[in-house]
């Protein structure tokens, strides 16, 4: 498991052990977290800070939580929060109070928009525009201006930590042999979208001297195959000439086939694609329509879980019609035949349910908590698994030695003054000293905050032999403002000659 931290306004920080992280990366550069746990004795100091605008600190990246919500489960509580990667929020809270205008250059007005934000950025230039030309380019958040800047340059971006990236695309084009897939309507992770599908389209200009519109309109060539669904009309009194009015009803004319495919990072090396990337190009032909799409890694999903395998989804290349017409290797009459162009649905008829259950039968195999765990178990089983490892580790420190005591060497073993913590606040010390000066107001070395225990600490050691042989020891005290001292020895020929400092206790 990939460790999570969560740190809270003021600058404290804790560790989550027990939650789980689910990552999402997209081509848009939006990058957020699904943060789950279960409150459990070995996190519930981090617990507590999950809350919005705490900073989730994972894979070493920040990011925000904006939204968490707590249940009540029957053996305690939970929580789910989501966070967004801190370069959103930092670019959103930084404001630019001025205005530009003109025809600039990409760096320029990157430098412009990302003023005071604290980022730095580096651009490739293959492919994109030397500059263009703006009116009145300002007085927004940094987070609104990059992205009107990279609207306007068809730019894309990715970022790590304080550096952001800019080029026209990011990815490289695959030659690996075709993927094969056959659409089918009843698995869930494959979908075709035609919620804002439409194949007719009308625009309307500026008023001529007699108060008629500028008037244009355009005819999808899949409205053969589709029939006529209208598209919101373009309605804008700038255009002044046909040809602009039209590019720009073609451009908002949604007439394209958008399909999403998901695989996992293994599935995919199961059909020859290995090291597959956000951004990459893969070819694949869509049976039953035989056509070949070029599709695109829009985004990918990783888990903090590193056994899981990260997944991939895929989304076609925006196409307009008439290339999705020119793609096709079969006739109208075959499109036909799997999709319903009254209703624009996928036949019945054209779905293979070999291998498939029907939805009915997917949802109860789902709901089957036999067979399956809950979200709550899950977090409390991930707690449990963790718990053994999380409870016994310690980051040790070195103390400061005073009043004379110093770090005991010896021949026979090293024995270094360590102090530590454990994940449930049990304070541990460790090692050996020797040659100071001993008294109750004399410490060996002193605990700092959160080290310290609530109500004074007492404890027997171990120190030198008398001269004859025979054992020694002394006793020792550790105060509530973290003094550890050696109160009396019971060797009075050299009392501090060796000094073993082994104790434990409650953290305040």
């Keep these: ?20 992280v689910v990552r ?16 459990t004795t070995t996190n519930q100091y981090g617990y507590q800070f999950v809350k919005n605008e705490n900073t989730v600190v994972y894979d070493d990246e920040e990011y925000i939580i904006k939204t968490h919500r707590e249940r009540t489960y029957r053996k305690g509580v939970g929580v789910e929060a989501t966070a967004i990667h801190r370069i959103f929020d930092d670019l959103m809270n930084n404001y630019i109070y001025e205005e530009k205008t003109g025809t600039l250059r990409l760096d320029a007005m990157l430098s412009f ?27 927004n958040n940094s987070l609104a201006l990059f ?17 952001i990236y800019v080029a026209k695309k990011f990815g490289i084009q695959r030659d690996e042999p075709f993927l094969r897939y056959r659409f089918n309507v009843k698995d869930p992770e494959k979908e075709i979208d035609t919620s804002s599908f439409a194949t007719y389209i009308r625009g309307y200009g500026k008023k001529d001297a007699k108060g008629n519109y500028l008037f244009a309109e355009y005819t999808s060539p899949l409205a053969k195959i ?21 590019d720009a009803m073609k451009k908002q004319l949604n007439d394209n086939i958008d399909i999403s495919l998901t695989f996992t990072a293994i599935e995919l090396e199961s059909m020859g694609l290995k090291d597959i990337k956000k951004g990459d190009y893969v070819w694949c032909v869509i049976e039953p329509f035989d056509l070949n799409v070029q599709l695109r890694a829009v985004s990918r999903e990783d888990y903090s879980d590193e056994t899981k395998s990260p997944t991939f989804t895929f989304g076609s290349i925006t196409k ?3 290339d999705i017409i020119a793609s096709f290797n079969t006739t109208k009459k075959a499109v036909e035949k799997v999709i319903d162009t009254s209703t ?14 029907t939805k009915s039968e997917f949802q109860s195999h789902v709901d089957n908590k036999i067979m399956h765990i809950t979200a709550e178990e899950r977090a409390a089983w991930n707690a449990a698994s963790n718990s053994i490892g999380d409870l016994t580790f310690i980051t040790w420190s070195t103390p400061t030695l005073k009043n004379g005591w110093i770090q005991y060497t010896s021949n026979t073993g090293s024995y270094p003054i360590q102090y530590g913590k454990d994940a449930i606040g049990t304070v541990n010390i460790r090692g050996a000293v020797s040659s100071g000066v001993i008294g109750s107001s004399t410490p060996v070395f002193t605990l700092p905050a959160g080290y ?19 054992p020694q020891y002394f006793r020792g005290i550790i105060k509530t403002n973290g003094d550890v001292c050696v109160e009396n020895v019971s060797n009075k020929d050299t009392p501090n000659q060796f000094i073993g400092i082994y104790t434990q206790f409650k953290a305040i």
């Design 226 to 246: 589709y029939g006529i669904k209208h598209a919101d009309p373009v309605k804008d009194e700038r255009y002044t000439d046909k040809d602009s009015l039209l």
């Design 320 to 322: 307009k019609a008439s």
């Design 24 to 39: 999402t990366d997209g081509n848009d550069g939006q990058r957020s977290i699904k943060l789950t746990g279960y409150k």
């Design 113 to 139: 928009a990302l003023d005071g934000s604290g980022y730095t950025f580096e651009i490739d230039t293959t492919d994109l525009p030397t500059s263009v030309r703006v009116e009145n380019f300002g007085w």
């Design 1 to 20: 498991m990939k460790t999570i931290a969560i740190r809270d306004v003021t600058g404290i920080m804790e560790p989550l052990p027990g939650f789980s």
């Design 344 to 357: 624009g649905k996928i036949k019945d008829s054209a779905i293979d349910s070999t291998g498939l259950t």
């Design 147 to 163: 992205r009107d800047i990279l609207e306007k340059f068809g730019a894309e971006f990715d970022y790590k930590g304080k550096k």
């Design 452 to 470: 310290r225990p609530p109500f004074p600490h007492l404890f027997i050691g171990v120190s030198s032999p008398a001269t004859d042989g025979t």
